[in-house]
């Protein structure tokens, strides 16, 4: 299995993947910083060992969010030799836009 997830470098955590219970007011709302910086990491888990982990960032170093290209880049780079070394290996995305460029 593989995924990829943004960490937020302002300490904001995305209420869509994290949750958190409190005997305080469940209505309390946060208002999160617009467009804050963040970092994209994607790692993938096989039965015997752990694959990446790989930042999606450009060639200064910048972090960037994925697109078609840096995901295209990231599977030639990592996935493509570990596959060319294991035939048995299967990998699997979801239809994310990233994943499904033209």
Not at 32 to 40: A, D, E, F, H, I
Request: net charge neutral.
């Amino acid at each position: 299995m593989s995924d990829e997830t943004h960490f937020y470098l302002n300490g904001y955590d995305n209420k869509q993947n994290c949750r958190f219970w409190s005997s305080k007011n469940p209505r309390a709302t946060h208002q999160p910083q617009l467009n804050p910086s963040k970092c994209t990491v994607w790692i993938g888990v096989m039965a015997n060992r752990v694959i990446g982990s790989y930042f999606f960032e450009n060639e200064d170093g910048t972090p960037e969010t994925i697109s078609g290209t840096s995901y295209k880049t990231m599977i030639e780079s990592i996935l493509r030799p570990i596959a060319e070394q294991n035939p048995n290996l299967w990998f699997q995305q979801d239809g994310v836009t990233a994943h499904t460029p033209r």
